[in-house]
């Protein structure tokens, strides 16, 4: 049986306990009673949580034995910041396909708006990343970190960095990551990948250039134009597929 999912808000021990709107939304939508089993994540792990108290501001559990769980893939989305409701769908969207870490990025064609108002939203995705972590049964949210200007982005580091182009002119996605799991015979395991998708506007020439200048490598989705959100769940899915069936 498929236990609910909740991220804990606070661990002791063999105990857990829910706060605020979370617990308000077990206790009167979910209409949780005393003795109900429900999987707690505890960030490192997941364990069959039994509530033992509960009232619409907190819910506390027992926690018991450790429960199955998909670990995280190793994937960073730097996504371009653009309109909100659809950066928010693709950052719903990439949790749910196992994204480890989000990164909000100011780039050339991002409304000067937006960028000013991202920094207050940051709150707002990282309850949109975790409410579609439980939903997703994963076994914590994705970090999600504050947004930040391109050139803080290209001088990450990582085994594989790719921009994705939409100009054309280079290799498909699958293709790149086919080359590198055949230097993974030599070189290890894929590893990290942190995968940059532009915002709604697209990269500009000059960005496009600063890419591959940090070592960076650019791939193709295909001919079609796509919009941002449906890039960054295309390559995010074509990663996951690569890295969990890659040895
Ligand atoms: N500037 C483009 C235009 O209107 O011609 C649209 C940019 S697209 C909406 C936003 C981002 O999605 C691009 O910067 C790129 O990162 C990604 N993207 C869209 N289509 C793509 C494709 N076919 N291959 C690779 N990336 C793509």
């Known amino acids: 049986m498929t236990r609910r999912?909740?991220?804990?808000?606070?661990?002791?021990?063999?105990?857990?306990?829910?706060?605020?709107?979370?617990?308000?939304?077990?206790?009167?939508?979910?209409?949780a009673r005393v003795g109900q089993d429900f999987d707690i994540s505890t960030a490192d792990s997941v364990r069959r949580g039994r509530i033992t108290s509960l009232s619409s501001q907190r819910v506390e559990f027992e926690l018991r034995e450790e429960v199955q769980?998909?670990?995280?893939?190793?994937?960073?989305?730097?996504?371009?910041?653009y309109k909100f409701d659809r950066f928010e769908w693709a950052v719903e969207k990439c949790t749910e396909l196992g994204v480890s870490r989000i990164l909000p990025v100011i780039a050339r064609r991002t409304d000067s708006h937006l960028a000013s108002a991202s920094e207050k939203?940051?709150?707002?995705?990282?309850r949109i990343a975790r409410q579609a972590s439980e939903?997703?049964?994963?076994?914590?949210?994705?970090?999600?970190?504050?947004?930040?200007?391109?050139?803080?982005?290209?001088?990450?580091?990582?085994?594989?960095?790719v921009v994705l182009a939409e100009t054309g002119n280079c290799a498909m996605l699958p293709d790149v990551l086919k080359d590198r799991s055949a230097a993974a015979l030599t070189n290890g395991p894929i590893g990290e990948i942190i995968l940059a998708v532009g915002p709604e506007g697209g990269w500009t020439g000059e960005e496009?250039?600063?890419?591959?200048?940090?070592?960076?490598?650019?791939?193709?989705?295909?001919?079609?134009?796509?919009?941002?959100?449906?890039?960054?769940?295309?390559?995010t899915a074509i990663v996951a597929s690569a890295m969990l069936s890659s040895p």
């Not at 999912?5 to 209409?31: M, Y």
């Not at 504050?146 to 803080?152: K, T, Y």
């Not at 890419?211 to 390559?235: D, M, V």
């Open 69 to 81: 769980s998909a670990a995280p893939i190793a994937i960073t989305l730097a996504l371009a910041i």
């Open 208 to 235: 496009l250039q600063t890419f591959p200048k940090a070592g960076w490598i650019a791939a193709s989705l295909g001919t079609t134009i796509l919009r941002a959100e449906t890039a960054a769940i295309a390559a």
């Open 5 to 31: 999912r909740w991220i804990a808000d606070e661990i002791s021990g063999n105990r857990a306990a829910i706060v605020g709107d979370h617990a308000d939304h077990l206790v009167r939508v979910l209409r």
């Open 135 to 161: 939903q997703s049964r994963r076994m914590a949210p994705p970090e999600l970190a504050d947004p930040a200007e391109l050139p803080q982005i290209l001088k990450l580091e990582a085994p594989l960095r």
């Open 121 to 126: 939203r940051s709150e707002r995705w990282r």
